[in-house]
C-alpha cells in the first residue's frame, strides 16, 4: 500500500542528510508539511535550514530525541503521520574515544521515538485508521568490512558491527525490526553506503580533503589510503528514502549505494585534481597529501548491492561518483569563498 506523508517528524534535520532530506521533501511535494526536532549538537547547524525552497512548511524545534515528554507532544500536537529518523551520533573516531554518547543517542534516542510512535498511532489510534509510517535510516557498516573479493552487502548479509558507531546502529535497527515484528508498527528501514555533498560536517573525509587543500595544509589519509567506500551522492540518498517511506514495504529493508566503490588515496587525489582547476593557484593540490597512523579496528572496504531498490522500487542514482564530487567540490569552494568576502 503506497503511503503519502502529510505531517513528517523529521529527526536530526539540521545535520547533513537531514537538511538535504528537508529541503528535497519541501522542493518536490507541496503537500507536506515537517516538523524538524533537532539537538543542535556539533553536527547540526541553523544554517543548513538556511533559504529552504518553502519555509512556511517547516517548523524547527530544538530538542533532544531522547526527551519522551517532548516527542509525544510533538505526535500529539502535529498529528504526526511519518517519521524519518536520521537523527545519530555518525563519526567512528568520536565513538572509539566516547562510546556511551553514541549508545545514549543511537539506540535510547530510537527506543524513544519509537515508543512515542507506538502509543500514539497503535495504543492511542490517535489518527484513527490513517496510513502511517516510520522510517529508520541506517548505515552499511552495521554488516562489519570486506575483503577484496567478497560480494558488496545485501539486505541478508549477517550484521557484525566493529566500531561502537556501528554497534549501537545495529541495536537501533534491531529495535525498529523488533517494534514492526512485536507491536505491528509500520516501519521500514535503509542501510546506506558513505554520503557526499553539501553541508557535510568538516569533520568527515571529503570536506577534510577540501579544507586542507583551501587552506594549505596536510591532508591526513588513514593508513596507505587503500581503505574503499562505496560513495553515495547525498541527494540520490535523498530521493531513494523519499520512494521508500512512500512505496516501500513495511518490514522491510532497503540498501542504497552509489556503485562507486574508491579507496581513501583516490578519492583525495581526485579532490585535488578538481581543485587544481578551480583554484589552480594552490596546485598541484596533491603536495598536501599527509599519510597518518590508521585508525583502531578500521574496516577495510564496504560495498552496497542495491539491486532490491533499484527493481522494487524503481529508485536509480542520478549522479556518478564524478559528477558528483565536482558539485559538491564547487560548492565547497564557493561557501568558502563567500566567507572569506
Known sequence: MTHVPERVLVTGGAG??????VRHLLATDPSVTIVDLD???YAGSLDNLAELPDPSRHLFVRGDIQDAELVQRLFRE???????????????D??????????????????????AARQAWIVDRELGARSVRFHHVSTDEVYGSLDRADPPFSETTPYAPNSPYSASKAGSDHLVRAYRHTYGLDATLSNCSNNYGPFQHDEKFIP????ACLSGQPIPVYGDGSNVRDWLYVGDHCAAIDRIVREGQSGETYNVGGRSERANIDVARTICRILDRLVPAGAPHEKYLSFVPDRPGHDWRYAIDSRKIQERLRWARKETFESGLERTVRWYVERARRMAA
Do not use: C, K, M, Q
Open 94 to 115: 568520536r565513538s572509539i574515544t566516547g562510546p556511551g554518547a553514541f549508545v545514549r543517542t543511537n539506540v535510547l534516542g530510537t527506543f524513544t521515538l519509537l515508543e
Open 78 to 92: 502535529h498529528r504526526l503521520d511519518t517519521v524519518v529518523h536520521f537523527a545519530a551520533e555518525s563519526h567512528v
Open 16 to 21: 547533513f542528510i537531514g537538511a538535504n532530506f
Open 39 to 41: 539537538l543542535l549538537t
Open 208 to 211: 577534510t580533503v577540501i579544507r
